[in-house]
T-cell receptor, first 112, second 112 residues
Framework: GENVEQHPSTLSVQEGDSAVIKCTYS??????FPWYKQELGKGPQLIID?????GEKKDQRIAVTLNKTAKHFSLHITETQPEDSAVYFC???????????FGKGTKLSVKP | DAMVIQNPRYQVTQFGKPVTLSCSQT?????MYWYQQKSSQAPKLLFH???????NEADTPDNFQSRRPNTSFCFLDIRSPGLGDAAMYLC???????????FGDGTRLSIL
C-alpha cells in the first residue's frame, strides 16, 4: 500500500523567515496531494492542494511543489507569522487505496 | 458558518459503557469519514460511507461501529470503550473521493 513520509517532525523558525516541509510517497498512481493545518483543539483545515497534472501551486504566502518523477512534494510558507504556528499534515490520495493517507505531521513554531 | 459539526466537543464515559458520537454536515457531500487521532499522531481512518455504502478499514476493531441514517448525519458507536480508545475523534466529508476533505473540530473522548 501507499507509504507517506513527512519531514521534519518539528520546525522552528523566526518570524519573517520561510518554512519548508517535505513529503515523499510510494504509489506512482497517487494523484492528489493536499496539505492540512491543525491548530490545538481543532480539526485539520485544508490550506492548499495540488493534483498530479500541475507542478506548482501558490496561494498568497503558501505554495506547494510536486515532483512526480521523484515522488515528493513540498509545502513552502514565506514571511512566516506567529499565527502560522500549528501542526501541518501532508496527505496523498488517488492511488490504489482510495482514501487519503496522511503523513505523521510537522509541528511548526514561529518565534516572534 | 460551521459546515461539519461534531457533538459533543468533549465526552467522558466509563470503561465498558457504550458511547455514541455524532457528526452532521451542511455540505450535502456524498462521503463521510471517521478518523481517530491520538496525541501527536496523524488522523487514522476508521471507516467511511460513500452515500449508504459502508467501507471499513481492515484494522478497525469490531468495537467500533457506524451508522448513517441520512445524507446529513453520521454516528460513531463504541460498544465497549477501553482505556486505549481515549482519543480525538474527527469526522470529515468530501463531495466524492479525492476531493478536499472538510473536517469538524472533533470530539475528545475520555475513558474513566
Amino acid at each position: 500500500g501507499e507509504n507517506v513520509e513527512q519531514h521534519p517532525s518539528t520546525l522552528s523558525v523566526q518570524e519573517g523567515d520561510s518554512a519548508v516541509i517535505k513529503c515523499t510517497y510510494s504509489d506512482s498512481a497517487s494523484n492528489y496531494f493536499p496539505w492540512y493545518k491543525q491548530e490545538l483543539g481543532k480539526g485539520p483545515q485544508l490550506i492548499i492542494d495540488i493534483r498530479s497534472n500541475v507542478g506548482e501551486k501558490k496561494d498568497q504566502r503558501i505554495a506547494v511543489t510536486l515532483n512526480k518523477t521523484a515522488k515528493h512534494f513540498s509545502l513552502h510558507i514565506t514571511e512566516t507569522q506567529p499565527e502560522d504556528s500549528a501542526v501541518y499534515f501532508c496527505a496523498v490520495g488517488g492511488g490504489s487505496q482510495g482514501n487519503l493517507i496522511f503523513g505523521k505531521g510537522t509541528k511548526l513554531s514561529v518565534k516572534p | 458558518d460551521a459546515m461539519v459539526i461534531q457533538n459533543p466537543r468533549y465526552q467522558v464515559t466509563q470503561f465498558g459503557k457504550p458511547v455514541t458520537l455524532s457528526c452532521s454536515q451542511t455540505l450535502n457531500h456524498n462521503v463521510m469519514y471517521w478518523y481517530q487521532q491520538k496525541s501527536s499522531q496523524a488522523p487514522k481512518l476508521l471507516f467511511h460511507y460513500y452515500d449508504k455504502d459502508f467501507n471499513n478499514e481492515a484494522d478497525t476493531p469490531d468495537n467500533f461501529q457506524s451508522r448513517r441514517p441520512n445524507t446529513s448525519f453520521c454516528f460513531l458507536d463504541i460498544r465497549s470503550p477501553g482505556l486505549g480508545d481515549a482519543a480525538m475523534y474527527l469526522c470529515a466529508t468530501s463531495a466524492v473521493y479525492n476531493q478536499p476533505q472538510h473536517f469538524g473540530d472533533g470530539t475528545r473522548l475520555s475513558i474513566l
